[in-house]
């Protein structure tokens, strides 16, 4: 019964290709994350969405597109994937916007070859 | 540019040690201070602190925000390899999102 799920958990794929990474929270929570955490650990948002609506979108290159269909579902498409782009990504929820107690998936460990 | 600054970085203790780990910050319209220890996968939640001088504790774990002076300590009492862990401090922005320190590595020998 995981709360926040993401699929799949690992993904190895060449450069240039195009993928996507799913996550979908059970908790009921009004807001979504995508964070991503580089090899020195560094964890730092890249988008966020409050049921369905954009909130956050710092600065990473425009080949990252999130989707959000529903308040449940946040995933992340990555077009003409980048060495660079190798790192953990996780997604989170929280109950809304400036609430800080989030929950994390477990990650996906994305290598791009 | 919002910022939250961690030390150590890494730190090895034997087991029994008595540990502390420092975060500070420079964030506009602070909210709150979080502390999550990460394992192998997903951080889990330590801690939320939102104001100054009111420790807040956990077993063996304890932590304190100082607003005025800007900063936070995470205390492990009686280590235990168990603890071994990366300890992250996130502050709450005003957009809702968390800004993270880089962490703190923490080893516990036996």
């Known amino acids: 019964d995981t709360a926040v799920s993401q699929t799949p958990k690992y993904l190895v794929t060449q450069m240039g290709n195009d993928k996507s990474i799913k996550c979908e929270q059970n908790?009921?929570?009004?807001?979504m994350y995508w964070y991503k955490q580089d090899s020195k650990k560094f964890l730092k948002i890249m988008f966020s969405y409050n049921n369905k609506e954009l909130i956050i979108n710092e600065t990473v290159p425009n080949r990252f597109s999130p989707k959000s269909p529903d308040k449940a579902h946040l995933n992340l498409h990555i077009n003409s994937l980048e060495l660079g782009d190798s790192a953990v990504y996780f997604c989170a929820s929280s109950l809304m916007t400036g609430y800080y107690g989030y929950t994390f998936g477990s990650g996906t460990r994305l290598t791009v070859v | 540019e919002d910022k939250v600054v961690q030390s150590p970085l890494s730190l090895v203790v034997h087991e029994g040690d008595t540990v502390t780990l420092n975060c500070s910050y420079e964030v506009t319209n602070f909210r709150s201070l979080l502390w999550y220890k990460q394992e192998k996968k997903a951080p889990t939640f330590l801690f939320m602190l939102t104001s100054s001088g009111i420790e807040k504790k956990s077993g063996r774990l304890s932590s304190i925000l100082d607003k005025k002076e800007l900063f936070s300590i995470l205390n492990i009492t009686a280590t235990q390899t168990g603890d071994s862990a990366v300890y992250l401090c996130a502050v709450g922005g005003s957009q809702g999102n968390l800004i993270f320190g880089k962490g703190t590595k923490l080893s516990v020998k036996p």
């Open positions: 908790l009921g929570h009004d807001t």
